[in-house]
DNA sequence: CATGAATGAGCTTTCATTCAT
DNA sequence: CATGAATGAAAGCTCATTCAT
């Protein structure tokens, strides 16, 4: 990449922190694209050069949200963990990755319905690819005697709604790491699947 | 109450229900007046008689949330039942009370960042009371042994994220019913709660 | 019609004339929204209670012009004149429609092209029938042996062309009154059309 | 002419092209420097290597028109064709140098009026230059009782106005090729010239 | 009380133009 | 010479809010 490539990457890169940022802090819609071009100290024009329109710039950051959190999967899929600890280890990565770097939580939290219909098809997609592979842990478990029976779905759905949530209440100044949320939560989620005979 | 005051109240509510659905449905922007007010059969101009902002109108939907969840309340703190009983019964009523009737959920979820100051200051000392008597049924708990020891904010956070998510995937079409949900929720979220020597 | 009804459709009718006015002098685009409210001295906010779109306010007034046109036609219809005094008739008319009142031919000539397809389609089908209709009067000047064989579709385009093109040079201080300009045009533009037998 | 200045030369009449067609297309307006910039296979930027501004090519196209029609009088003007022909020769060589190679009617038809006051006076003044020969044409022909007493000027604005219509209405697959229509017009638009003798 | 009408602040977006590299 | 990047002015449009009737 020649440095000129690296620096426009680098904008975008910028440009879509910022705007994920705005966006998780104040929603899409109070997030202006003034505010976002002022906090970067660009113009308003300039950004644009780099989008092609605020909705783009919202579904940039719920498409990265999720090509992170399918990152996450591709590397657990392959570890031979048991069901369980797969689970948890699923359940820690998806909520360091979300905090992390990019304020993506609240972005995935809030606003999905915000996205146009071209967009969200793209977004849903993902996400069910997300939820299929984290149903076919459980379901893993279940069949070998691990997991109790369950209803798969409602469980993610449970999980996901309690680790999404994190963003809105999770500050670094509390008395617990993110790792040691990350793990709790873990533990926590999990332990309801187990079925009595492996306790 | 007069006549007319009474059919002033009753106006007032039907703005607030039809508000609340637009708001879950389409987020607090999307929801433009013109619209809550062609659902009412009324004119923009006249919501205005019964309201003082939309500002005041999202107010009023997390106020009526809040109270509800409070009355709630209410009805367990003398019921005399051990904790864990106490707490499930406690997410229960949560989940139903916001599933039901109003669609207070997707408010209460989504668009708390949306109130301006004056407002979420109400709004957040409601749910500081609403979150302390949770609080002191696990203190409760714990200090009776029947909990172990837990991070007792984080907990109520995590219960809070599980339960409030509801209203993004609830459909009355699927297999489950409401007080299944609830039930099955309020058992799977107390679990892990449970000290070793009460299992 | 209320008074209040009365008043609305005076506002919209002087809107659709500012409209057409500067759209004429400066071209569909230069013509802003801003200038057209200034002109009439209203908010550009106001404009929009009355229209939906400049692309809507563009469309009216080719509506309006077409309206106008097809109104002419049906009082020439059914006078019985002979094919030359009719097409004449017509010529004069349309002429005079176009110059009046509403500064529409220009509309017509120059920006027929801006309007959307939705849009377009309308104005097309009612062009059609105007132009159909005297098609239809050349045809039968031709079966009489009062006209020559010509291309129809050509003098059509031939004579539309000649009298849309008066707005752009026409003005009150010439020394030919709007009328004699019409006979002139109506003479001018129809003998070629006569066989010579019938001069 | 160097070889450079040759290829520069080049690309000025190339863009000058593509910006006819495309004004001609869609308007001077919708038409963009993007647009034709991409067209050209050039960027926006370069553009600006070879002109100064985009009404400067607007303003080019309309000056290319105007000196191509004012190269056809001049190879009419010494013919010795009497009044009546050269007439025609002069509305047919209209005809087919407006519509041939360069998409110029459409520019001389739309967009006059979009043009900068310093602009538009050079290009006036030439057109007047154009106008008034065919004016001495008419006056000639009216003075040796070739043709009858007419009002110039609006012979002319009607014979301009026939004229530059073509361009919005001619298809190459129509039934009549160009020189078939500058051959009907020149006849139809010339006969009601004529004076009653000479007939 | 109800309403049609008006307002204006604010938003997203476009695009001709400039300029450093 | 060419280009990617940046700019800013201006445009169309929306909508909560107000107010005379």
Redesign the pocket.
């Known amino acids: 990449m020649s440095y000129?490539?690296e620096?426009?990457a680098e904008?975008r890169l910028n440009i879509l922190k910022t705007a994920a940022r705005l966006f998780s802090e104040k929603g899409y819609?109070d997030?202006?694209?003034?505010e976002i071009a002022r906090e970067l100290k660009?113009?308003?024009?300039?950004i644009?050069?780099?989008i092609?329109?605020?909705?783009d710039l919202l579904f940039q950051c719920h498409d990265m949200a999720m090509n992170l959190l399918l990152e996450n999967i591709e590397k657990v899929r392959d570890s031979e963990l048991p069901p369980d600890a797969m689970l948890k280890e699923v359940i820690k990565e998806h909520i360091e990755t979300l905090m992390s770097e990019f304020n993506l939580v609240t972005v995935t939290l809030g606003s999905d319905y915000e996205l146009e219909d071209k967009y969200s098809d793209i977004i849903i997609k993902k996400r069910d690819l997300y939820e299929n592979f984290i149903a076919g842990i459980i379901r893993d478990g279940i069949s070998r005697r691990i997991f109790r029976e369950v209803p798969v779905k409602v469980v993610i759905n449970l999980i996901m709604g309690a680790a999404n949530w994190i963003g809105r209440w999770y500050s670094e100044e509390g008395p617990m790491s993110l790792q040691e949320i990350g793990q709790f939560y873990a533990d926590y989620l999990v332990t309801p699947l187990m079925s009595r005979n492996s306790a």
Chains 1, 2, 3, 4 share one sequence.
């Not at 997030?31 to 003034?34: E, I, N, S």
């Not at 660009?42 to 300039?46: L, P, R």
């Open positions: 000129r490539e620096r426009a904008r819609h997030a202006t694209l003034d660009y113009t308003k024009g300039s644009y050069y780099y092609s329109s605020k909705q």
